[in-house]
């Protein structure tokens, strides 16, 4: 039976494109140009939430917006693996609104304007990207991330801005057009469709195709998506630091890297599915391919001195846990990969705001130059220090989930050099993370910092970043919510 129309897909969508067309025409009343931002931001919430309900009982919501060819369309669908990133980005996007206005004031930053504007283009593409119906509709809207992101990684107009976005472009759209687009043409070719399956078991490839072409497109893909942040195409990743802390903030918890990684595991799951990857023996290899970087990210996290770079190398790590529980093919691996899509945005999100809101309180960027100021701003550091245990995967926050889960898959798919890297990463987590904590609260200041007296970053910065840490450890103690959209995904049957 064919899913239902729901124009609220539609809506959804619409919500922060309209969102940046009344950001730039407010651009000249600042505080009516962020009401606009925080308008469409609830907006979004209030049509992602209005979803929740048909989603959770088991139906799959549906919108064409137009049709091309038979098989290949421009539409809409909400799935359980849908909701998990809508729901994440469209509640991000709302607090995140707060928090940048606070920086951006606090630092005096130029161009708000455009900042905001290109925000709300990005929340446009990166929800397109979650309510995909089919892989025509999953690149248009995974390119328009990659270009709407560029202005704000550029932000500051100076030399290492623009050398930092040209980078940034570079890799993506370079990625997206030389191994997606061959593929997605290729894979319509051999399918006659592009439209995702119901069923993350089946996918759409015929049986007929040869098992080499098969692997090579899967290449593609897995490389293609190079927003994922996947060694060797990563570097864009960290270079993209040089943007204002919001701006990192979105790309590394709502926007760029989720899209990447949420656009990989979905054409994983609902193009190539479960059995084929199996019957392929694609899975395990991925998985230890993905491991490189999960060891690899964290080693050059441990080595980094600059308070976002090694969030940066961080993220590049954590990101690939995602794609290694969906590569384990188990169904707990696969829960445990795409809860933690939430889970690491809500604490990587946490990370990034506390480390905005150290730079706009005492202007330091390096970790080495923050002994003592967790005294002295109790509530950023502490908020780090919630999240920090999260990336680690401690309970009781978020991360544990995802890391328990993780390993119970690697258990149940007999890999014990899996086991491995996930307790090697988590001793190396535990090591760049626990450090900045304990110089923080325990080491001496310097007489520079106490003649100055630091306090607290504003009040619209210090709150979202205790409501992001509360919202970590709620999900950690109450995992459900996401979780039984992640156990849907795995669950869900041919229709």
């Given at each position: 039976m064919d899913a239902p129309e729901d124009i609220?897909?539609?809506?959804?969508?619409?919500?922060?494109?309209?969102?940046?067309?009344?950001?730039?025409?407010?651009?000249?009343h600042p505080n009516v140009?962020?009401?606009?931002?925080?308008?469409?931001?609830?907006?979004?919430?209030?049509?992602?939430?209005?979803?929740?309900?048909?989603?959770?009982?088991?139906?799959?919501?549906h919108y064409t917006v137009f049709e091309l060819l038979p098989g290949l369309s421009f539409s809409l669908r909400a799935d359980a693996l849908s909701m998990i990133f809508a729901v994440v980005a469209s509640l991000l996007w709302l607090i995140t609104?707060?928090?940048?206005?606070?920086?951006?004031?606090?630092?005096?930053?130029?161009?708000?304007?455009?900042?905001?504007?290109?925000?709300?283009?990005?929340?446009?593409?990166?929800?397109?990207?979650?309510?995909?119906?089919?892989?025509?509709?999953?690149?248009?809207?995974?390119?328009?991330?990659?270009?709407?992101?560029?202005?704000?990684?550029?932000?500051?107009?100076?030399?290492?801005?623009?050398?930092?976005?040209?980078?940034?472009?570079?890799?993506?759209?370079?990625?997206?057009?030389?191994?997606?687009?061959?593929?997605?043409?290729?894979?319509?070719?051999?399918?006659?469709?592009?439209?995702?399956?119901?069923?993350?078991?089946?996918?759409?490839?015929?049986?007929?195709?040869?098992?080499?072409?098969?692997?090579?497109?899967?290449?593609?893909?897995?490389?293609?998506?190079?927003?994922?942040?996947?060694?060797?195409?990563?570097?864009?990743?960290?270079?993209?630091?040089?943007?204002?802390?919001?701006?990192?903030?979105?790309?590394?918890?709502?926007?760029?890297?989720?899209v990447g990684v949420f656009s990989t595991v979905r054409v994983m799951l609902h193009v190539f599915g479960v059995d084929l990857m199996d019957r392929l023996h694609l899975g395990l290899p991925t998985a230890y391919f993905v491991s490189i970087t999960i060891l690899v990210g964290s080693i050059v996290a441990l080595s980094k001195d600059n308070l976002k770079a090694r969030l940066a190398y961080s993220t590049v790590s954590q990101l690939s846990y995602i794609i290694l529980g969906v590569a384990l093919l188990t169904p707990t691996g696969i829960e445990g990969g795409l809860v933690h899509i939430a889970n690491h945005a809500f604490s990587k999100i946490t990370l990034f705001f506390c480390a905005g809101a150290i730079y706009v309180a005492t202007h330091k960027k390096n970790i080495s130059e923050l002994s003592g100021l967790g005294r002295a701003m109790p509530w950023t550091f502490g908020a780090f220090a919630i999240a920090s245990l999260s990336m680690i995967g401690a309970p009781p926050v978020a991360g544990f989930i995802s890391k328990l889960y993780l390993l119970v898959g690697a258990l149940d798919a007999k890999s014990i050099g899996i086991l491995v890297v996930l307790v090697t990463s988590t001793l190396l987590n535990a090591a760049y993370f626990v450090p900045v904590v304990y110089h923080g609260f325990f080491g001496e200041i310097s007489a520079e910092d106490a003649h100055h007296h630091h306090k607290e970053a504003p009040l619209a910065m210090v709150a979202p970043l205790c409501l992001t840490a509360a919202i970590s450890v709620l999900i950690g103690l109450y995992p459900d919510f996401f979780m039984s959209f992640a156990q849907a995904v795995v669950q869900a049957a041919s229709k």
């Open positions: 609220r897909l539609l809506l959804a969508i619409l919500a922060p494109l309209l969102g940046a067309g009344l950001v730039m025409a407010t651009g000249r140009r962020e009401a606009c931002s925080f308008v469409a931001a609830l907006a979004l919430c209030i049509v992602t939430a209005s979803l929740l309900p048909a989603v959770q009982a088991g139906r799959m919501l609104v707060f928090y940048s206005a606070g920086y951006m004031r606090g630092l005096q930053e130029h161009a708000q304007t455009r900042f905001n504007t290109c925000f709300a283009l990005a929340l446009f593409g990166a929800i397109g990207c979650a309510f995909a119906d089919n892989l025509l509709t999953l690149y248009l809207f995974y390119e328009i991330v990659s270009v709407c992101t560029y202005p704000l990684v550029a932000h500051h107009q100076d030399e290492e801005g623009y050398e930092s976005g040209k980078k940034y472009l570079t890799y993506l759209t370079t990625a997206a057009k030389g191994l997606i687009l061959p593929a997605m043409v290729l894979i319509y070719v051999l399918s006659g469709t592009l439209d995702f399956a119901t069923n993350v078991h089946t996918g759409i490839l015929p049986a007929g195709v040869h098992n080499g072409v098969v692997t090579v497109l899967y290449i593609c893909c897995i490389f293609g998506f190079a927003k994922n942040g996947v060694m060797p195409l990563h570097n864009w990743l960290p270079s993209a630091m040089v943007a204002p802390t919001p701006v990192s903030a979105l790309l590394h918890a709502v926007a760029v890297v989720k």
